[in-house]
């Protein structure tokens, strides 16, 4: 990957899905398509989920403010996967999965340990 590929992208706001990728230029939804956004002031703490049978996945506590909400780090993580080439996936479990539930933080496997309670 060159470096310069993510110097040159930007991001807006707009009405739509969740987040839209053309080229280098990431639109995210202005209300989470609907859902509201998640926006985690400190996203390697990440004690508003709770771990599932995925180690790369973790459910919104029930009553947190990630509850029935957009996590926009996935998104973000998401959209700047397509910037660097990547497409989305059939699979369920995967950053690049092409649906993303609200209240589900799907992480990439070589960022998920930070989040993992022991």
Not at 44 to 52: G, K, M, V
Request: charged share 20%; with cysteine; hydrophobic share 35%.
């Amino acid at each position: 990957m060159d470096s310069r590929t993510l110097d040159r992208i930007s991001t807006s706001v707009g009405r739509l899905s969740p987040g839209v990728t053309e080229g280098n230029q990431i639109t995210l939804s202005e209300d989470g398509a609907g859902w509201g956004w998640h926006v985690d002031p400190n996203p390697l703490d990440s004690s508003e989920f709770l771990p599932t049978a995925s180690a790369t996945e973790f459910k919104a506590a029930d009553g947190s403010p990630a509850a029935g909400k957009l996590d926009l780090l996935i998104v973000l993580i998401h959209e700047l996967g397509h910037v660097l080439g990547m497409p989305d996936t059939a699979s369920a479990d995967d950053s690049m999965g092409g649906y993303l539930t609200p209240g589900l933080r799907r992480l990439p496997d070589a960022i998920s340990r930070p989040c993992r309670r022991i």
